[in-house]
T-cell receptor, first 111, second 113 residues
Framework: TQLLEQSPQFLSIQEGENLTVYCNSS?????LQWYRQEPGEGPVLLVT?????EVKKLKRLTFQFGDARKDSSLHITAAQPGDTGLYLC???????????FGAGTILRVKS | DTAVSQTPKYLVTQMGNDKSIKCEQN?????MYWYKQDSKKFLKIMFS???????INETVPNRFSPKSPDKAHLNLHINSLELGDSAVYFC????????????FGSGTQLSVL
């Protein structure tokens, strides 16, 4: 059983479209991170959210942490081909201080 | 300068062989990790070392043995390789052991034939 469920698993869209990726759990996390991984490379941290209800923006990317700190979303506005990659959410468990990863969302943006 | 570097990038080997993957970080971090990413892209932690001391050892076959000669290096030795060991192995590091921002290496793609 996976602690963090990500949806959708795959997303193929046209340049200029908007999209949202979801990261859900029944567990509470003390913080949640979003990473992007490109082919042949390791994941790179995009953002960390810590407070329930927190919203962070990174250019066209908007990250939100759920009020109960059990879920998170990543919204991309006007997607570009450079956004293509694997998006991973990762939560720090409240008691174990362990970082657990979701299964990832593969995003492909076509020009 | 690469922050977290691991070698080799690709490793193709026969079942039953023993192989090693090396990792070095020049960030001055205290904690290093080994993660395994399977064909479905799921990243799972294998080991974590803090200042050369093992702090996380997930349910990993004892054919996998990490070694940390100093806090900048964490190597992974795998004995008697099996087909199911085929995956991408990532080394990572953080400043402290509380799972703060992870810096990943670029991965070692292991193929066991």
């Amino acid at each position: 059983t996976q602690l963090l469920e990500q949806s959708p698993q795959f997303l193929s869209i046209q340049e200029g479209e908007n999209l949202t990726v979801y990261c859900n759990s029944s567990s509470v996390f003390s913080s949640l991170q979003w990473y992007r991984q490109e082919p042949g490379e390791g994941p790179v941290l995009l953002v960390t959210v810590v407070t329930g209800g927190e919203v962070k923006k990174l250019k066209r990317l908007t990250f939100q942490f759920g009020d109960a700190r059990k879920d998170s979303s990543l919204h991309i506005t006007a997607a570009q081909p450079g956004d293509t990659g694997l998006y991973l959410c990762a939560g720090v468990t409240e008691y174990g201080n362990k970082l657990v990863f979701g299964a990832g969302t593969i995003l492909r943006v076509k020009s | 300068d690469t922050a977290v570097s691991q070698t080799p990038k690709y490793l193709v080997t026969q079942m039953g062989n023993d192989k090693s993957i090396k990792c070095e970080q020049n960030l001055g971090h205290d904690t290093m990790y080994w993660y395994k990413q399977d064909s479905k892209k799921f990243l799972k932690i294998m080991f974590s070392y803090n200042n050369k001391e093992l702090i996380i050892n997930e349910t990993v076959p004892n054919r996998f043995s990490p070694k940390s000669p100093d806090k900048a290096h964490l190597n992974l030795h795998i004995n008697s390789l099996e087909l199911g060991d085929s995956a991408v192995y990532f080394c990572a590091s953080t400043q402290r052991s509380r799972n703060e921002k992870l810096f990943f290496g670029s991965g070692t793609q292991l193929s066991v034939l």
